[in-house]
């Protein structure tokens, strides 16, 4: 199943590899990725089972320069 994930980073690009690596080095398989640089807006698409979903919200949650982490559908 899919989702997408929307988060805010400061730090434009840099907040952005700090997100995908984070989420691949936890062997989540990411299949999009949206961004828009000047509001730090980040949405990323991710293709994983329901019940490790919120694990990948929360280590996003965790890291440096992210906020306001949600699901958007």
Known sequence: MTKK???KVDHGVDG???VLSTL???E???V???MEEHEGALWITLDAPDQT???ALEHV????G???VRWVR
């Open 5 to 7: 994930l929307h988060a």
């Open 16 to 18: 952005l590899i700090r």
């Open 24 to 26: 691949r080095r936890r």
């Open 28 to 30: 989540f398989d990411v």
């Open 32 to 34: 999009g990725v949206e």
């Open 53 to 55: 979903t919120d694990r």
């Open 61 to 64: 949650r965790k890291l440096y």
């Open 66 to 68: 992210v906020h306001d």
